[in-house]
């Protein structure tokens, strides 16, 4: 079984930049998507590729990848952005998820 | 715009077998393939399993391997996931959303999801 690594929670201000960060073996070789999910709802993708943005994602979505790690950015963070944050990717024909992130707007 | 509806909540018992449906509108059905996710209370994100809505190949993850099936009906529109042999762990909410990417088990991505199908085992 493949391991994803996301801290639990990330608190940010509004208008400041939030940085959620996932971790794996070999991550660095496989490409990491990065979905939304808002207390009740069903999950949305926000980032795919490691760096890609679906055309209805808002600019201030961001990722990128260095080494083993891949990060997700909100820059200008908004109060609507206040959800759970899962990184996901493959491995041996399997999709694998991370633990998730609780990013909290205060 | 790319709509997927799934079926009601369930309620079976241990033992028993749940069938959900998926359908699907908005695009060409055939051109892209389904996913199966669940997610139990307060956990992560879960893959199942996956079909080629094309020429009907799945693939599944070892942990259902044997115990879910994935079918798809093109006249219809729609993808239905059946999960036997039910235990009180199976309770979760069940999610088809569909492959971004296409129809090959490449690059795989979701988007966008369905509602979601609340499935209680208990006795």
């Known amino acids: 079984s493949y391991e994803l690594t996301q801290a639990p929670s990330v608190s940010v201000s509004p208008g400041q930049t939030a940085s959620i960060t996932c971790s794996g073996d070999?991550?660095?070789?496989?490409?990491v998507s990065w979905y939304q999910q808002k207390a009740g709802h069903s999950p949305v993708l926000v980032i795919y590729?490691?760096?890609k943005r679906p055309s209805d994602i808002p600019e201030r979505f961001s990722g990128s990848d260095s080494g083993n790690t891949a990060t997700l950015t909100i820059s200008g963070t908004q109060a609507v952005d206040e959800a759970d944050y899962y990184c996901?990717?493959?491995?041996?024909?399997?999709?694998?998820f991370g633990g998730g992130t609780k990013l909290t707007v205060l | 715009q790319v709509h997927l509806v799934q079926s009601g909540a369930e309620v079976k018992k241990p033992g028993a077998s749940v069938k959900i449906s998926c359908k699907a509108s908005?695009?060409?059905?055939?051109?892209?393939?389904m996913h199966w996710v669940r997610q139990a209370p307060g956990q992560r994100p879960e893959w199942m399993g996956w079909?080629?809505?094309?020429?009907?190949?799945?693939k599944f993850s070892q942990k259902f391997q044997g115990r879910a099936t994935i079918i798809r009906d093109t006249s219809a529109t729609t993808v239905y996931m059946e999960l036997s042999s039910l235990r009180t762990e199976d309770t979760a909410v069940y999610y088809c959303?569909?492959?971004?990417?296409?129809?090959?088990?490449?690059?795989?991505?979701?988007?966008?999801w369905g509602q979601g199908t609340l499935v209680t085992v208990s006795s």
């Open positions: 959303t569909r492959d971004a990417s296409g129809n090959a088990f490449h690059y795989n991505r979701f988007d966008p």
């Open positions: 908005g695009y060409i059905f055939t051109h892209y393939g």
């Open positions: 079909i080629n809505t094309g020429n009907d190949d799945t």
């Open positions: 070999n991550l660095a070789d496989k490409y």
């Open positions: 590729e490691d760096t």
């Open positions: 996901q990717a493959w491995d041996s024909s399997t999709g694998f």
